[in-house]
């Protein structure tokens, strides 16, 4: 039997394509499983684990396409964020968790490293511009307009 790479569906010998993805390749069950990827009728047994936090949900979002786009698997599971949880533990601002499958759980937290400094880098030049600019507007005002 021959597998979808990306929708997982069965086809018998003889098939070159799915026709739900077209030109997704079609493999065999142990390429399927090489990959991680789980074949129709074996239940997910992928455990997740916690690879990274963030403070917003645009930040958590982020992270999910910068891993979906290395094809970890991932979800958000959104952290603190009932009544209970902010009187019990003082925390107003909820945050997110990003769930990974565990055996991607290295390369997922070096690339979500990566893109923190990334974000850290470009916030800091972006202020550093914002800076400069308020001392050029600054000097090219008329004396007394403030």
């Not at 070159?16 to 390429?31: F, K």
């Not at 129709?40 to 930040?59: C, L, N």
Request: some cysteine; glycine content about 6%; overall charge negative.
């Amino acid at each position: 039997m021959k597998y979808c790479m990306q929708c997982g569906s069965e086809y018998q010998e003889g098939v070159t394509e799915c026709a739900d993805c077209p030109g997704s390749a079609l493999v065999d069950a142990e390429a399927m499983r090489q990959r991680h990827i789980p074949l129709p009728g074996e239940g997910e047994t992928r455990k997740f684990v916690r690879a990274a936090t963030a403070e917003d949900p645009f930040t958590a979002e982020d992270y999910v396409r910068l891993l979906e786009i290395q094809r970890i698997p991932v979800f958000i599971r959104p952290r603190r964020s009932g009544s209970v949880d902010v009187l019990t533990t003082g925390a107003l601002e909820p945050w997110w968790e990003i769930m990974v499958g565990e055996e991607f759980l290295e390369r997922a937290v070096q690339l979500i490293a990566q893109e923190k400094r990334q974000l850290e880098e470009t916030a800091s030049e972006a202020a550093l511009a914002a800076e400069e600019e308020e001392r050029e507007t600054e000097g090219s005002l008329p004396p007394g307009t403030l």
